[in-house]
């Protein structure tokens, strides 16, 4: 989520996980060395691109007027959320 608006506040630019998938992983693979997103190391990469594919999907719903869907929460690995 915060590489998405990073990327929209910075550039102008929407990610999507069909063309910006791989990148994304990199991140994420690079980030697994520290200790504090060590937990990555639990999940398979399928199940991180699900995730990211997810986001697209929450992102699409948010913009979409037919839905009433709201802008996408960061929600934290113990379910507590952050505004």
Same mark, same amino acid.
């Not at 608006?5 to 520290?34: C, E, M, N, W």
């Not at 639990?42 to 979409?64: G, H, K, M, T």
């Given at each position: 989520? !915060?590489? $998405?608006? !990073?990327? #929209?506040?910075? !550039? /102008? ?5 069909? $063309?910006?998938? &791989? ?6 693979? &690079?980030?697994?060395?520290?200790? &504090? #997103?060590?937990?990555? $190391?639990? #999940? ?21 007027? &037919? ?9 934290? $690995?113990? /379910?507590?959320?952050? /505004?």
């Amino acid at each position: 989520l !915060h590489i $998405k608006k !990073h990327a #929209y506040q910075r !550039h /102008g630019v929407s990610l999507t996980p069909r $063309k910006d998938i &791989k990148p994304l992983l990199a991140v994420a693979k &690079k980030f697994r060395k520290f200790r &504090k #997103y060590a937990w990555l $190391k639990e #999940y398979d990469s399928i199940a991180l691109q699900q995730a990211v594919i997810n986001l697209d999907v929450a992102f699409s719903n948010c913009f979409n007027p &037919k839905l009433k869907a709201r802008f996408p929460m960061f929600k934290r $690995k113990h /379910g507590k959320l952050l /505004g």
